[in-house]
């Protein structure tokens, strides 16, 4: 028993050094040392130290002496993120001896100095990364020994703190800043800053968490359920309708990059709502999701670009055109593929995907749509007099499209083809024998989805001011579907979240654009391995509610 | 003229032969059983008659119209509703959504009400758990669940595959009670069956299947004491 506790210990401790190696080898940990955090720790030291606090976290939660031998716990810890300090450092010292950058270009002198701390002395640097993977290790496995207050409140509190010395000037520039400036060196947290930051959010996240157990315990119907009462709901979503407003008078309009990643992120929102009623509801995998995008998009620019290529209509004309035609399209699509199944249909939707950016990009319809050079000038929309040409103004009409999207898209989900989708997820065969018409059931999901889509494009058309083919290429549809996956499949708020973590960070965190890939991948993983129905996921009923029309229920 | 009638029915999955010419018919008011060993073509029946597998070659009728002039969905209206092998309820949709499912492709609300009515003195547990995903049901409930969303859609008569499998012998019992208490309430029943004994104990008449065949056709009761039946599918000696 003790002994083979010991060896997974060791064994969890190999991992983290062969995780730490990964870590490094990549060139994150260089490229994302120019972030400050927390006065001279950076993001790159974050990165890998962060391997040795969560595999140190991990084996501590997962450790069968968590309630017979807790004090031993900690030291498993210690030896985890010890192993795996020690494995990493095995890189720079074997590193100046042979040169191995013809295999590993990341593998240069800086990257190991900055490994070991910056130390003259090789032994002193390696001394200090051991130890401080083992302090690491050591004190991430103490959390889950901790009574479940503490350990919930220490854990959001450090994860938190992180965040916010991460998205420094972020925060400097709302409207908490004279709050907050003090903490905050010129890039990064300060030490002290950090510290009090750090017991703040801890007591408040422990106080929260303090509170929601308190609440379970009394676990009255609406509790389990999760239900507020009406004027609460009520007086939550008029707070967000009001913050969603001022948002680009209070904040947006001051930085215009903040703004145009938030556009972007809305402008991914209006189409996972699309591709979360074709895969969400429905359960259809489509992997070609961009062409409706490449579709809205083409339609807006041809029709009002004051180009060559363009017919000098306007945005507000070209507009229902781009989502009707995209609309159509969606449902053509549909047409060669109602009677395929799960992967079937993921691969000949991207072919289709693949088709129409192809033809974009073609010589034969250049003279109609620009081929490679794309369609320039195009202008922006203008109501009445007022040309909506600033990002925060342009806001706005992301803003109304989410509005319209996400209205349609709740009203469908309790309609009755709402119910034909998800009765066509859960069992076809089913389904059909129910009496549902699978052709236009699977058509209208497509088409919906594509429709929204094609909102989606024509808004970026008009945004952005120019199309290219290579703009839609497959990583929008991959974005689109893993935002959905990451927020919970099937949920309008998990949408948001998605693009929110999936979508906004990496483009808050310019350093990460390169890991773009690897981030999601990671995401992905992490996700399907500790929470498979996502971040924000559809409640599923398990507990019936009173019935309050029927009296006591018969037995 | 019988209520469902199939008559020389061959069906095939790519190139395997099926169903090799079968046979049967269901009069109105009765509850028909097929019994047969794993593979014998039971579910293939179902799937033919419900036209999720339309036959290669002879004829399902259903009150003397030829049914494979339509499509799955559209058998449903036609009075024939399927409750699916391995129950085949929906999930992640609650137990009131399931029984809605069911009566899809009707609009007269009021009957629709009254129906739901009719399910839940049927299955109080459903009553109790309407508000539940389905999922979470125990298998007798969501067979119960199965049954129910089937009636939801007024059917002349109710196909039923396995509604014994993987339930506790108890369950069972009350299962084939409740299919009995349909049948008297005026719904004919096709009930395809492993549990032979139990099968012949409610059904008026049964077939026997082998390898896509029918082998044996006659009243339960001759059926129960016919020796091959006995040896075979009942388990005597």
């Known amino acids: ?555 | 003229m019988a209520l469902l009638e199939l008559h020389n029915v061959h069906a095939y999955y790519g190139n395997i032969h099926a169903l090799k010419g079968i046979s049967l018919t269901v009069e109105e008011g009765e509850i028909v059983t097929l019994i047969g060993a794993n593979g014998a073509g039971k579910t293939t029946t179902l799937r033919v008659i419900t036209m999720l597998l339309p036959p290669r070659e002879g004829t399902v009728t259903l009150n003397g119209e030829d049914l494979s002039q339509y499509r799955t969905h559209e058998i449903v209206l036609k009075g024939v509703s399927m409750v699916p092998e391995g129950r085949g309820v929906f999930a992640r949709l609650t137990v009131l959504e399931n029984l809605e499912l069911g009566a899809y492709t009707r609009d007269d609300k009021q009957a629709i009400a009254e129906d739901l009515e009719r399910v839940f003195t049927l299955f109080p547990r459903l009553k109790e758990r309407q508000g539940q995903a389905a999922g979470t049901l125990s298998g007798g409930e969501q067979q119960m669940l199965a049954i129910g969303r089937a009636l939801m859609s007024r059917p002349k008569i109710l196909l039923l595959d396995e509604p014994s499998m993987g339930l506790a012998p108890i369950l069972v019992e009350s299962i084939f009670d409740i299919i009995q208490e349909i049948n008297r309430q005026g719904t004919t029943v096709l009930l395809v069956e492993q549990n032979a004994l139990m099968a012949l104990q409610i059904a008026h008449r049964g077939y026997v299947l082998r390898t896509g065949e029918i082998v044996l056709a006659d009243t339960a009761e001759n059926l129960r004491n016919n020796e091959m039946v006995q040896k075979t599918y009942l388990g005597m000696e």
């Open chain 1, 1 to 555: 028993m003790q002994a083979t506790t010991w060896r997974s210990t060791i064994k969890a401790g190999l991992l983290t050094g062969v995780i730490a190696l990964y870590v490094a080898l990549t060139g994150m940990v260089l490229s994302l040392s120019k972030r400050p955090v927390v006065d001279k720790l950076s993001l790159g030291h974050v990165v890998y130290m962060l391997v040795f606090v969560v595999m140190g976290y991990l084996t501590a939660r997962r450790s069968s002496w968590r309630t017979t031998r807790p004090a031993l716990v900690p030291v498993q810890g210690l030896v985890v993120g010890g192993i795996g300090a020690a494995l990493l450092a095995l890189l720079p010292v074997f590193g100046q001896q042979v040169d191995l950058s013809w295999i590993f270009v990341t593998t240069k002198p800086n990257l190991y100095k900055f490994l070991l701390f910056n130390q003259e002395s090789m032994a002193v640097g390696v001394a200090y990364l051991v130890l401080t993977g083992a302090a690491l290790g050591g004190i991430a496995a103490l959390l889950p020994i901790l009574p479940e207050v503490l350990h919930q409140g220490l854990l959001y509190g450090a994860g938190f703190t992180l965040l916010l010395g991460v998205l420094s000037d972020l925060a400097q520039r709302t409207v908490l800043k004279v709050v907050l400036k003090p903490l905050f060196a010129y890039k990064g947290l300060k030490p002290s800053g950090a510290l009090i930051l750090f017991v703040v959010l801890s007591v408040l996240f422990g106080l929260r968490h303090w509170w929601l157990q308190r609440q379970r315990e009394r676990s009255t119907m609406e509790v389990i359920l999760g239900e507020r009462p009406a004027w609460a709901r009520g007086v939550q979503q008029g707070l967000l309708l009001g913050f969603l407003l001022i948002l680009p008078v209070w904040l947006l309009n001051k930085d215009a990059y903040l703004n145009s990643v938030v556009n972007l992120v809305n402008l991914y929102i209006i189409m996972g709502l699309g591709l979360n009623i074709v895969v969400g509801f429905a359960g259809l995998l489509d992997l070609g999701y961009v062409a409706f995008f490449a579709i809205g998009a083409y339609t807006v620019a041809l029709m009002t670009s004051t180009g060559d290529l363009g017919h000098g209509y306007t945005f507000w004309q070209a507009l229902p055109l781009a989502v009707i035609l995209a609309l159509v399209a969606g449902v053509v699509l549909g047409i060669p593929v109602l009677r395929m199944r799960g992967d079937y249909l993921a691969i000949v939707t991207l072919g289709f995907g693949e088709i129409i950016r192809i033809l974009a990009n073609s010589d034969w319809l250049k003279p109609f749509m620009g081929g490679a050079l794309g369609v320039l000038d195009i202008p922006k929309p203008a109501l009445g007099n007022l040309v909506l040409k600033e990002e925060y103004q342009l806001y706005y009409l992301i803003l109304a499209g989410i509005f319209i999207t996400w209205f349609i898209a709740t009203r469908l989900y309790h309609s009755r083809v709402g119910r034909a989708w998800q009765a066509l997820r859960e069992d076809e065969d089913v389904a059909e024998a129910m009496g549902i018409h699978l052709v236009t059931t699977k058509l209208l999901a497509f088409g919906f989805g594509a429709a929204f889509s094609g909102l989606s494009g024509a808004i970026f058309a008009a945004k952005v001011g120019s199309v290219y083919p290579h703009t839609f290429n497959l990583i929008i549809s991959i974005n689109v579907l893993s935002l959905i996956i990451v927020g919970g499949i099937g949920s309008l708020p998990g949408v948001v979240v998605g693009a929110l973590a999936l979508v906004g960070l990496p483009e808050l965190l310019r350093e990460f654009s390169e890991y773009r890939m690897l981030f999601y991948g990671i995401a992905l993983i992490t996700m399907m391995l500790v929470k498979p129905e996502g971040f924000w996921p559809k409640k599923l009923n398990v507990y019936s509610r009173p019935q309050d029309d029927t009296g006591p229920a018969t037995p």
